[in-house]
């Protein structure tokens, strides 16, 4: 597809030649009703940062949100049975099998909160999602870091040698799958081997932030186990494919006695009404993972013919960003990028030498690859 | 004045009545514009059992939240510098002296994980709000239940004496001033006078989710001591006088180095982005507080008039509920205003004698008052 074209039609046009749809999702795409990417959070930057999802939320979401309103001054205990319903229908699980947080990181930190401890280490690998260190870091307990196979997923006969080292003493395995800041896979089949094998003391807390993009015969959801291991917790969050960041909505998937352990150390009152309301409509509204999808295959397609033509080296994308070489010192790529209204990525030690861009709307990716290409230009990467 | 009168002329001559503002208030105290007491969640009953804010959103509140769902996708972690100015303008404190958190609720949960352990027990009143308890149980740490003095004080004294025969080792004093479910005020000298002599290690978690409802002469802030002492944490809340419980919003005020602490156990991405446009709004809506609690006095004079009537025992409330004796058993008294469609208290060991009534309109409480009224004609109280 001509890039130049793309810009040049806009983006529905843009849109229907990966999806056939561009009139239904041309609305979607245009800042002007609201619904749009919104507004950006540091000078009018363009925020490809931070993995969200540049639809925002669904118009269903939206309308739902304003009609919580109304009770925005009640307590939420008695308010989340329909999330419930329609959350455990989608997933085909029990109500036992659920409890929610404020995101995904709720889960992961009542997870962190409930099971690691003195002598229970938390095995996790390098790099990846920063929030369970975060969690572990005040409480002084063992931290254990395994690097990422040269494939970039867990290397988890090296995880699984370090807990059999330990005598096979409880710990907790922090899996992101697809992992946060790769993007790259973890085979499922291998991950299963694992849990099939390990003692249930080794409790796996399986981060699935980003199930919902992967497509690769690959990967399933480690969901299949809680029937039958109390030692497996799937955290999912409505952040990413539901466009929901802002509103905090998170769950685990898990057997009953892992919820109700996990139950122990919520925070009171989640989830908030706002969040509530907008996710039991985002789970009604049929085309709106479809749509996510759509769009995010789209930019990530622009982004790859960018990198390709630069000759930049970039990890298999699973999920909404992507990791790729940026030939230079990190910071100063990114400050340019900053200069020309992009926000692109963060530093992941120890890979400072890639920078992780997430992908916006097709348009904001065009913007993207314009100045990377200028940069190329002037000799900066 | 004449009760009957007040339900013939409806709300807002009711409230002209305490305010002097009658015509102001109406718009808010209906339900019809969508701003009004809300929808209630069960059966469309009345919900007088959780302390709500009957008033709702203030409309400023709710513009701004509707405002804010264009940034719906995006993390909240850059929006909240609006909030934190206005709050700490608000407050007269500094930014190191605040953080925030997903309702009070979290403020208590992150005091309990960051303090309480296995050497330092928590000390509460019995009966006190009860989630710092629901944080503490699960972590099989001590905890000192004292009982309220025959006025309905926290026992300092006693607590004082507890922490003493301890050896005065570290320990989480959780003060709830006015408390919850009682309503009744400790005299904030005697709180003074422990803080003033307590070595540091002993740790003053108070909390003041009531604080804009009291109103009374040996009754202020805690706030006072955040610069000469790191060891006292006030907590609030967006929850009560601004109407926002559903949305989550709560704060510590504190010395910069129990923030620092308390920010280690918060969950990541507080506050969500609803809550943090509406608390932003709430704080520049310069007669919130007065209308809130304007409409309270005036349910509270309701309340009073029928218990008086009535011969119904009650304790001095300071905030927007109260502790009433229901001549009977609890849960069947309880029953019966269900059947009435009003939803009122729950059960707060040891006093189960009394019934813990929560401020709705005044409307609302017209209605409790026939239902009472009618049931000491049948002889049930």
Known sequence: MDRRGFVTTGMAAGLAGVTGAGSALAPLLSPRNGLGRGRTSVNDAIRLSSNENPLGLSPAAREAVIESLVNANRYPFSFSGPLYEALTEHLGVKRENVTLGA??????R???????????P???????????????????????????TPDHAHDLARMRQTVHD????????????????????????????????????????VDEAYYEYADHPDYWSAIRWIEDKPNVIVARTFSKI???????????VAHPSAIRRLDDFVCQNNPNIPANA???????????IERSVAVNAESKEIVHTTLDELGLEYLPSETNFIMHRVNGELSTYRDRMAERGLLVGRDFPPMMDWNRLSFGTPA?????????????GKGWI
Chains 1, 2 share one sequence.
């Open 122 to 148: 938390l095995v996790v690998a390098e790099p990846t999602f920063e929030d369970v260190l975060d969690y572990q870091s005040p409480l002084s307990y063992d931290l254990i870091k395994v690097p990422l």
């Open 278 to 288: 907008a996710a039991t409509a985002s789970l009604k509204d049929a085309g709106l």
């Open 110 to 120: 009542m997870a962190v909160h409930a099971w690691s401890g003195p002598a229970v």
């Open 103 to 108: 995101g995904s990181t709720e889960i992961l």
């Open 242 to 252: 539901y466009g929901m960041a802002g509103l905090r909505l998170g769950y685990a």
């Open 166 to 205: 330990m005598g096979n003493r409880p710990s907790v395995i922090y899996l992101c799958n697809p992992n946060n800041p790769t993007g790259t896979l973890t085979p499922s089949a291998e991950v299963d081997a694992w849990i099939e094998d390990a003692p249930e003391t080794v409790m796996f807390l």
């Open 364 to 376: 904001e990716m065009d913007q993207w690859a314009s100045a990377i290409k200028d940069f190329r």
